[in-house]
């Protein structure tokens, strides 16, 4: 007889949802059959479609609760008291506390670009090969899945090629200069890669990329601000070279 299969560990999505409810409600959560913990119950099945095909029971409000409680074992006001909450958590929970936690703002601004992703299946939302291309961002998978979207779309690559090359005359790396042409010749005429950098959650529907919004890099160092998490920004990758 089979076995029923388990569903998946938490991605980094949910437990930024997640998060952004307890932290509304630190005092007082909702409780399971509150209409906070069933729309995040539906929200979460949304995204876990999107993620890899789960069905509608993906995540119950009671799972929803329990992690709400898995998290409160990191709140300082709730463990003063002497408690402890739910401890059978997994290490992605800490991880998720410590960087969103202390700062509610950043918290609410990334739970809310999350949500409006699933909610409107931004195009570049859905799960796609891309996925295994470095880490993930901070702000969880739809977003990062958002950003390398927008930064391989080859139309506006392709303008932006057009506009440094009209401005400078080469294609060069924006973090180590690296010129694909000067080393290949022929062969690396026109090829360099795009990078978006615009923070995540800014990501929307609404807002169009400019080509400002783009920089020019090599797969080297395009691959490096992407290797692990935090992401870097083409600032503090340059900073690194410079103190080699």
């Not at 901070?138 to 899945?145: A, S």
């Not at 506006?156 to 060069?172: F, H």
């Not at 400002?212 to 690194?240: K, T, V």
Request: net charge neutral.
């Amino acid at each position: 007889m089979d076995q029923p299969r388990r569903n998946p560990s938490w991605s980094r999505d949910e437990l930024i949802l997640a998060l952004d409810l307890y932290m509304r409600n630190p005092s007082s959560p909702p409780g399971k059959s509150s209409d906070e913990v069933l729309s995040l119950s539906s929200l979460l099945n949304t995204l876990g479609r999107l993620n890899a095909g789960h069905g509608q029971e993906y995540r119950n409000p009671n799972g929803v609760y329990m992690k709400m409680m898995n998290f409160r074992r990191f709140d300082p006001l709730f463990t003063a008291a002497g408690k402890v909450g739910l401890t059978r958590g997994g290490r992605e929970e800490e991880a998720v506390w410590h960087e969103f936690a202390h700062d509610q703002e950043r918290l609410a601004q990334v739970a809310q670009a999350i949500r409006t992703a699933a909610e409107s299946n931004m195009e570049g939302a859905s799960q796609t090969s891309g996925d295994g291309d470095g880490a993930e961002a901070e702000e969880g998978r739809i977003l990062t899945r958002l950003h390398r979207f927008r930064e391989r779309r080859p139309e506006l690559v392709a303008q932006k090629k057009a506009s440094v090359l009209a401005a400078s005359g080469r294609l060069s790396c924006e973090v180590c200069n690296f010129d694909f042409e000067e080393k290949y010749g022929e062969r690396g005429r026109g090829f360099i890669e795009a990078h978006h950098l615009k923070p995540l959650h800014t990501l929307s529907e609404a807002t169009k990329t400019s080509l400002g919004d783009l920089a020019l890099l090599c797969a080297n160092c395009h691959r490096m601000i992407h290797s692990a998490q935090p992401w870097l920004s083409p600032d503090e990758l340059r900073q690194i070279l410079r103190n080699d």
